[in-house]
């Protein structure tokens, strides 16, 4: 992707920190920015996007309203099979006490394997230690199956995925694009494929933008609304489905 970008005119900034930005009169920004080696430098840009994921940097940075819906953190590791085995090419679930597991093959004999549970109850259990994380794993049923002779190729790994929604509508010349706009929790397998069709949406609105249509824009966001509402109906009938462990916070605050 970012050699196509490059083949059609656009220039890439690698490990480039925006530190300050400003929205000129004219709608357009100033952005302040700095390289590790190349120093601070400027950009001028007539339009913006917010492409940085859950974090949403630039719609912090504006301040934009954001709502949390959850605290859903996964704890993961990447596993490999030290000896030869065929590995099926699939994607398995297990629901816990606590929340529930992923576990899917990835190419070169590896797996990754992630629990995902909330903030809180991972801080209380410590679930962040490899042998607390491990004591959980080998608790499973059927996911302890399917790693059978896997090694973890390092201590586990935190990664937030939390659902939020970010309303950027207040900004002119700006919009935000996946995670950033609106982030989904893994079950749902949302995540990636709204973040390649809400991009090629903005693209399209900022299109029309500029030939003097804002109308575009104005859909985009009531686009994201409506999905992230959607969304939130659908990740309650997938939770529900589970009903075991009612009284358990991780569910209680699901269902
Ligand atoms: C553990 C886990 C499992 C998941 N599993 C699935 C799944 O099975 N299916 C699915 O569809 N989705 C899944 N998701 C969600 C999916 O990963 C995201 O929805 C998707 O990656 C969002 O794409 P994005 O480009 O908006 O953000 P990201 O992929 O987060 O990309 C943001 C980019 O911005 C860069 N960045 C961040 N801050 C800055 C900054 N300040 N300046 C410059 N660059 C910055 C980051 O380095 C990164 O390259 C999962 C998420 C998690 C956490």
Redo the contacts with the bound molecule.
């Keep these: 992707m970012l050699s196509k970008v490059v083949e059609r005119g656009g220039k890439i900034f690698p490990r480039t920190?925006?530190t300050n930005l400003i929205q000129k009169e004219n709608g357009h920004w100033e952005l302040q920015m700095k390289h590790q080696t190349r120093g601070d430098f400027m950009i001028n840009a007539k339009f913006l996007f917010d492409?940085?994921?859950?974090?949403g940097?630039l719609c912090r940075m504006l301040d934009l309203p954001i709502v949390k819906y959850d605290q859903l953190v996964?704890v993961?590791a990447f596993l490999h099979f030290k000896v030869p085995k065929v590995i099926a090419q699939e994607m398995f679930i297990e629901t816990v006490k606590d929340g529930w597991w992923y576990c899917a093959a990835l190419p070169g004999q590896r797996m990754v394997v992630?629990l995902f549970s909330d903030a809180d109850v991972i801080k209380k259990q410590q679930l962040r230690q490899p042998e607390n994380w491990n004591a959980l794993l080998s608790a499973t049923k059927n996911i302890k199956k399917r790693i059978q002779h896997a090694v973890a190729d390092e201590q586990p790994w935190v990664?937030?995925?939390f659902s939020q929604l970010t309303d950027s509508s207040s900004r002119s010349n700006f919009l935000a694009?996946?995670?950033?706009a609106a982030?989904?929790d893994?079950i749902s397998?949302?995540?990636?494929?709204?973040?390649v069709s809400s991009a090629c949406n903005a693209a399209r609105a900022v299109d029309y933008f500029f030939s003097g249509n804002a109308d575009g824009i104005k859909s985009y966001q009531q686009d994201i609304k409506s999905i992230f509402n959607q969304y939130l109906d659908l990740r309650k009938q997938y939770y529900r489905t589970e009903q075991r462990w009612a009284e358990e916070p991780f569910w209680e605050r699901r269902i």
Excluded at 51 to 55: K, N, Y
């Design positions: 920190k925006c492409a940085s994921g859950r974090q940097h996964g993961g992630t990664r937030n995925a694009i996946g995670d950033a982030a989904f893994p397998s949302m995540g990636i494929g709204f973040a």
